[in-house]
């Protein structure tokens, strides 16, 4: 089974920046979308951004301005920049993609954590 596996998370104050990246351990043939995911504690998990395979792409309402996703194709990466970190910004990310057969693939979180 492919795994993902999302690097860049860390402390960072208020208005900061992060950059987070994904990658995966394998080959994940015909992927259908590439998102970024987040969890607060106590809270449900949320789409935060989403980019389909014609690159389509998708953001939530509150990081819209804010976040960036992007891909390598070539390099089955993809990227999350976050600009102008706000403490409720602050959650577990989790890289997804679902592939041709609509296989879900999940990384196992990374912190991101904005505070002064």
């Known amino acids: 089974q492919v795994q993902l596996v999302e690097s860049g998370g860390g402390l960072v104050q208020p208005g900061g920046s992060l950059r987070l990246s994904c990658a995966a351990s394998?080959?994940?043939?015909?992927?259908?979308?590439m998102d970024w995911y987040r969890q607060a504690p106590g809270k449900q998990r949320e789409l935060v951004a989403r980019i389909l395979s014609d690159a389509t792409l998708t953001y939530a309402d509150s990081v819209k301005g804010r976040f960036t996703i992007s891909r390598d194709i070539v390099k089955n990466m993809v990227y999350l920049q976050m600009n102008s970190l706000k403490p409720e910004d602050t959650a577990v990310y989790y890289c997804h993609q679902i592939d041709r057969y609509y296989v879900d693939y999940w990384g196992q979180g990374t912190q991101v954590t904005v505070s002064s």
């Open positions: 394998g080959i994940i043939r015909g992927v259908r979308s």
